[in-house]
Nanobody, 122 residues
Framework: QVQLVESGGGLVQAGDSLRLSCVAS????????MGWIRQPPGKEREFVAA???????LYADSVKGRFTISRDNAKNTVFLQMSSLKPEDTAVYYC????????????????WGQGTQVTVSS
Protein backbone atom coordinates (compact mmCIF):
# COMPACT_ATOMS: atom_id res chain seq x y z
CA GLN A 1 0.00 0.00 0.00
CA VAL A 2 1.46 3.32 -1.10
CA GLN A 3 1.23 6.22 1.32
CA LEU A 4 1.88 9.79 0.27
CA VAL A 5 2.34 12.60 2.77
CA GLU A 6 2.46 16.21 1.63
CA SER A 7 3.82 19.18 3.53
CA GLY A 8 4.80 22.78 2.94
CA GLY A 9 1.49 24.48 2.29
CA GLY A 10 0.50 27.75 3.92
CA LEU A 11 -0.72 31.31 3.53
CA VAL A 12 1.42 33.59 1.39
CA GLN A 13 1.09 36.84 -0.49
CA ALA A 14 0.93 37.24 -4.25
CA GLY A 15 4.41 37.11 -5.73
CA ASP A 16 5.80 34.92 -2.95
CA SER A 17 7.33 31.47 -3.30
CA LEU A 18 6.53 28.19 -1.59
CA ARG A 19 7.90 24.66 -1.81
CA LEU A 20 5.74 21.63 -1.34
CA SER A 21 7.17 18.22 -0.46
CA CYS A 22 5.69 14.76 -0.71
CA VAL A 23 7.23 11.69 0.89
CA ALA A 24 6.18 8.32 -0.51
CA SER A 25 6.31 4.97 1.21
CA UNK A 26 7.33 1.76 -0.54
CA UNK A 27 10.25 0.63 -2.60
CA UNK A 28 9.02 1.42 -6.12
CA UNK A 29 9.30 5.20 -5.95
CA UNK A 30 12.29 5.47 -8.28
CA UNK A 31 10.25 3.73 -10.98
CA UNK A 32 7.03 5.68 -10.44
CA UNK A 33 5.65 8.63 -12.34
CA MET A 34 4.51 11.24 -9.84
CA GLY A 35 2.27 14.24 -10.12
CA TRP A 36 0.87 17.26 -8.36
CA ILE A 37 -2.83 17.89 -8.72
CA ARG A 38 -4.74 20.78 -7.18
CA GLN A 39 -8.33 21.53 -6.34
CA PRO A 40 -9.30 25.21 -6.17
CA PRO A 41 -12.24 26.08 -3.92
CA GLY A 42 -15.52 25.12 -5.55
CA LYS A 43 -13.83 23.60 -8.58
CA GLU A 44 -12.74 20.20 -9.81
CA ARG A 45 -9.28 18.82 -9.44
CA GLU A 46 -6.83 20.00 -12.09
CA PHE A 47 -3.43 18.81 -13.23
CA VAL A 48 -0.46 20.94 -12.18
CA ALA A 49 2.75 19.06 -12.96
CA ALA A 50 4.16 15.59 -13.43
CA UNK A 51 7.59 14.00 -13.36
CA UNK A 52 8.34 10.62 -14.87
CA UNK A 53 10.64 7.99 -13.44
CA UNK A 54 13.39 9.28 -15.73
CA UNK A 55 12.65 12.85 -14.57
CA UNK A 56 10.94 14.12 -17.68
CA UNK A 57 8.52 16.86 -16.68
CA LEU A 58 5.21 18.22 -17.84
CA TYR A 59 3.34 21.32 -16.66
CA ALA A 60 -0.07 22.83 -16.97
CA ASP A 61 0.01 25.99 -19.07
CA SER A 62 -1.20 28.00 -16.09
CA VAL A 63 1.94 27.23 -14.06
CA LYS A 64 4.56 26.85 -16.76
CA GLY A 65 7.57 29.03 -16.05
CA ARG A 66 6.53 29.58 -12.42
CA PHE A 67 6.43 26.07 -10.93
CA THR A 68 9.13 23.41 -10.97
CA ILE A 69 8.63 19.74 -10.13
CA SER A 70 11.59 17.64 -9.06
CA ARG A 71 12.35 14.42 -7.23
CA ASP A 72 14.90 12.91 -4.88
CA ASN A 73 14.77 9.16 -5.29
CA ALA A 74 17.16 8.59 -2.38
CA LYS A 75 14.58 10.19 -0.09
CA ASN A 76 11.42 8.96 -1.83
CA THR A 77 10.40 12.59 -2.15
CA VAL A 78 8.86 14.72 -4.88
CA PHE A 79 8.86 18.51 -4.69
CA LEU A 80 6.89 21.34 -6.20
CA GLN A 81 8.69 24.67 -6.13
CA MET A 82 6.15 27.44 -6.69
CA SER A 83 7.22 30.98 -7.52
CA SER A 84 5.42 34.18 -8.47
CA LEU A 85 2.31 32.83 -6.81
CA LYS A 86 -1.03 34.30 -7.78
CA PRO A 87 -4.37 34.32 -5.93
CA GLU A 88 -5.70 31.90 -8.55
CA ASP A 89 -3.13 29.35 -7.36
CA THR A 90 -5.12 29.03 -4.14
CA ALA A 91 -6.10 25.37 -3.80
CA VAL A 92 -5.57 22.15 -1.96
CA TYR A 93 -2.51 20.56 -3.54
CA TYR A 94 -2.31 16.80 -3.77
CA CYS A 95 0.65 14.59 -4.44
CA UNK A 96 -0.30 11.54 -6.47
CA UNK A 97 1.23 8.43 -7.98
CA UNK A 98 0.40 7.66 -11.60
CA UNK A 99 -1.36 4.42 -12.32
CA UNK A 100 -2.33 4.43 -16.01
CA UNK A 101 -3.33 6.81 -18.78
CA UNK A 102 -2.19 10.29 -19.63
CA UNK A 103 -0.04 11.90 -16.94
CA UNK A 104 -1.83 15.24 -17.40
CA UNK A 105 -5.17 13.84 -16.28
CA UNK A 106 -6.09 13.57 -12.60
CA UNK A 107 -8.00 10.37 -13.35
CA UNK A 108 -4.70 8.67 -14.28
CA UNK A 109 -3.51 8.77 -10.67
CA UNK A 110 -4.53 5.97 -8.35
CA UNK A 111 -2.78 6.91 -5.12
CA TRP A 112 -3.24 10.25 -3.42
CA GLY A 113 -1.97 12.06 -0.39
CA GLN A 114 -4.22 13.88 2.02
CA GLY A 115 -3.51 17.27 0.44
CA THR A 116 -1.97 20.49 1.70
CA GLN A 117 -3.66 23.88 1.55
CA VAL A 118 -2.02 26.73 -0.31
CA THR A 119 -3.65 30.14 0.03
CA VAL A 120 -2.36 33.15 -1.87
CA SER A 121 -3.64 36.54 -0.81
CA SER A 122 -3.68 39.53 -3.12
Amino acid sequence: QVQLVESGGGLVQAGDSLRLSCVASGDTFSRDHMGWIRQPPGKEREFVAAITWISSTLYADSVKGRFTISRDNAKNTVFLQMSSLKPEDTAVYYCARWTSGRVDRPSSYGYWGQGTQVTVSS
